[in-house]
């Protein structure tokens, strides 16, 4: 079962990436007014059902692919 | 104008950091079988309608977001 997860940092913190691409972007002559990166995790997982598919994202963004400080995640099957 | 440009390394490409985290998981307990990581860049843009902003969009990910040799990319707008 595949799950996609995606990985946001919380509205308030700053996105150092973010500007640094922004800066570029509108050196470059483009009309941007803000950037901001989030991380798309795509995921194969050997599990029996979309309960356990979504369990089991949520469980792995806790212990490794978040930072509940600075991030927020979202975790959904995808076909 | 908000938009959303989504890049992907294309399917034949390795993705180390994803094999990394993939074993990290695997060694972790979880059932993964593959992980692959992709890049979501959130831009608001100074522009008149939806149409200018996905071909500014689309022109960003030519000119500096992307590298066509081993990402692909897809743009929208969101609200």
Redesign the interface.
Known sequence: MLIEI?VDLKEEIEDPQ?KV?EK??RN?G??????????????????KDEKEAIE?GK??CK???ANPVIEKYTVKVIP
């Open positions: 995606r973010g691409v570029a972007l470059l483009f009309p941007v007014k803000s950037v901001r990166f989030s991380k798309l995790i795509k995921i194969e997982l050997d599990v089991t469980q792995m212990v490794l692919l």
